[in-house]
């Protein structure tokens, strides 16, 4: 299933996620620094939602209180609450 969600406090402005059964199959993120977005990207798919989340929530960029990572943890732990 294919989900979008808006960012709030960083460069991207949007995260695209494709996922199954609680996997990722693939993270696209709109604006925001390339090479990292791709990075978080790339190191999400196959995982777990819940992993993932566990790793990178929180992350903090330039002192804004979250960050693209961060945004990441957001956006699936929206997801899996829809589950619930």
């Known amino acids: 299933m294919k989900y979008s969600f808006r960012t709030k406090g960083v460069c991207s402005r949007e995260i695209e996620i494709e996922m199954e ?3 990722i199959n693939e ?3 709109i604006g925001g620094c390339s090479g990292n977005t ?4 790339s190191l999400a798919k196959g995982r ?3 992993e993932v ?3 990178i929530k929180g992350i903090n960029c330039n002192g804004r ?3 693209c990572p961060d945004q990441l943890a957001k956006a699936l732990e929206e997801i899996e609450e829809d589950f619930i």
């Open 21 to 23: 059964n609680g996997v």
């Open 38 to 41: 791709q990075g978080v990207a």
């Open 48 to 50: 777990r939602a819940k």
């Open 27 to 29: 993270v696209r993120f």
């Open 53 to 55: 989340i566990a790793l």
């Open 65 to 67: 209180g979250t960050s």
